[in-house]
């Protein structure tokens, strides 16, 4: 079975602290996604890589980097943690075709206090 | 401003009904859309799709269907079961690489 794992499903962080989320995929993919999901927003795509060593700014990026030295492993990191950077974060990757769009990874419910 | 829309949060529906979600977009360059299903604490897994060149496209219980002219789509479950209770994503690309998505509705299928 195919998957994306996220290392943590819940963090609680401090605000000021920098902050990794890691994922790794096992399909072999060359894109890998990261996202937030917020109510009524839905979700919003933070950094996106299409090979190792590359990564593309999504919509929402200030406050956020990421980091693929593995073609397997994606991570984001969030420089200095801020309340409003508490959210769920979903990871997900995908061959490069369309036709079944990402598949994602469990989520990692982060929250800065 | 969202190029995905899907306008009702929340929709209940009975078991056995029909259960249709809507999705609106704006983008003309769009030529591929997907639905996602999201249980609680689970990350979206992926449901059904359509391409701009048809209109329709069915699996089992899930029917999609795409109105290119008026940007809308809609996903059909027939019978709806409980087991569907779920949050739906609606998702499109026009490089099949990035997908929008929208910010989702709240099926809930009472028994």
């Known amino acids: 079975d195919v998957k994306v794992t996220q290392s943590s499903r819940y963090l609680v962080k401090r605000t000021g602290e920098k902050v990794f989320l890691e994922c790794v995929q096992d399909?072999?993919?060359?894109?890998m996604f990261w996202y937030r999901q917020d109510p009524g927003l839905g979700l919003r795509l933070i950094y996106f890589s299409y090979d190792v060593k590359m990564k593309e700014k999504g919509d929402i990026p200030e406050g956020y980097s990421v980091s693929r030295e593995k073609k397997e492993r994606f991570s984001l990191i969030l420089e200095s943690a801020s309340t409003n950077q508490t959210s769920m974060y979903l990871c997900?990757?995908?061959?490069?075709?369309?036709?079944?769009?990402?598949?994602f990874g469990s989520g990692t419910r982060l929250t800065v206090v | 401003d969202q190029q995905v829309k899907q306008n009702s949060p929340s929709l209940s529906v009975q078991e056995g009904r029909i259960s249709i979600l809507n999705c609106d977009y704006t983008?003309?360059?769009?030529?591929?859309f997907l639905w996602y299903k999201k249980y609680p604490a689970e990350g979206p897994t992926f449901l059904i799709s359509?391409?701009?060149?048809?209109d329709k496209n069915e699996d089992g219980r899930f029917t999609v269907f795409l109105n290119k002219s008026a940007k809308h789509l809609s996903l059909h479950i027939v019978p709806s079961q409980p087991g569907d209770s779920a949050v739906y994503f609606c998702a499109a690309t026009g490089n099949g690489q990035n997908f929008v998505f929208g910010p989702g509705t709240r099926l809930s299928v009472l028994p």
């Open positions: 359509i391409s701009s060149i048809k």
């Open positions: 997900a990757s995908s061959l490069g075709g369309g036709l079944y769009g990402y598949t």
């Open positions: 983008n003309s360059m769009f030529d591929y």
């Open positions: 399909m072999d993919h060359e894109n």
